[in-house]
């Protein structure tokens, strides 16, 4: 059974750093698309990063805009994994942060696309 546990949450004042984890199990996750989403009160769940299977050796990474610049995904295979390295945050980064799993090396982002999720963890910026 598939698992994905998030940790790392909290609330921080703008500018702040947090690092959001994302423990995997259930199976390997080398080879499988993972991803970090979020949804703000009142608004509907959104891509923030992904990082993508290993294909040739290579990952392939993908940020949102908003996001762009200030946080960096990143994967500890061994472990099974995922980090969100957060900088520079915002008030409206504010919002529960889901990780989430595809069962193959890549994805389009889209919510739809994934295939397990975690329960998320609060990320609260004040100002």
């Known amino acids: 059974q598939v698992q994905l546990v998030e940790s790392g949450g909290g609330l921080v004042q703008a500018g702040a750093s947090l690092r959001l984890s994302c423990a995997a199990s259930?199976?390997?996750?080398?080879?499988?698309?993972m991803g970090w989403f979020r949804q703000a009160p009142g608004k509907e769940r959104e891509f923030v990063a992904g990082?993508?299977?290993?294909?040739?050796?290579?990952?392939?990474?993908n940020y949102a805009d908003s996001v762009n610049g200030r946080f960096t995904i990143s994967r500890d295979n061994p472990e099974n994994t995922v980090y969100l390295q957060m900088n520079s945050l915002k008030p409206e980064d504010t919002a529960v942060y889901y990780c989430?799993?595809?069962?193959?090396?890549?994805?389009?982002?889209?919510?739809?696309?994934?295939?397990?999720w975690g329960k998320g963890t609060l990320v609260t910026v004040s100002s």
């Open positions: 259930g199976r390997t996750f080398s080879s499988s698309a």
């Open positions: 989430a799993c595809a069962d193959r090396d890549g994805s389009n982002w889209s919510p739809s696309d994934m295939d397990y």
């Open positions: 990082i993508s299977g290993k294909r040739r050796g290579l990952y392939v990474i």
